[in-house]
């Protein structure tokens, strides 16, 4: 399984911004079909945030969770080993554990499963993110 290493997490105030980072071990066309970004906030369980298809089918599929579309955007480096989420206009709600992660799974391809903890694979340690 290939390895992934989140950054970029801290404390901000409301209406700020965080970068978040993940990098992973092997290059994105060799290590996964999907990866992406989830959180998972105190007492709560996993979500989806941002989810990007590799696209070796074709163009890439993205997916954003309704309440950070127009805030989060997932994109990635052209050396193809990091991924990151640009977040802006912060909240109290996005307060969470982020998560990177990277999927083997077929089913992460459908649409159905875009935002779906449980066909994800490989996943990094967590970056904490706190909005106050």
């Known amino acids: 399984h290939v390895q992934l290493v989140e950054s970029g997490g801290g404390s901000v105030k409301a209406g700020g911004s965080l970068r978040l980072s993940c990098k992973f071990s092997?290059?994105?066309?060799?290590?996964?079909?999907?990866m992406g970004w989830f959180r998972q906030p105190p007492g709560k369980q996993r979500e989806g945030v941002a989810v990007r298809d590799t696209g070796m089918m074709g163009a890439p599929h993205i997916a954003y969770a309704e309440d950070v579309k127009g805030r989060f955007t997932i994109s990635r480096d052209d050396d193809g080993f990091t991924l990151h989420l640009e977040m802006n206009s912060l909240k109290p709600e996005d307060t969470a554990m982020y998560y990177c992660a990277g999927s083997l799974d077929g089913r992460c391809v459908w649409e159905k499963y875009y935002l779906a903890p449980h066909v994800f694979t490989d996943w990094g340690q967590g970056t904490q993110v706190t909005v106050s």
């Open positions: 092997a290059p994105f066309r060799e290590a996964s079909r999907c």
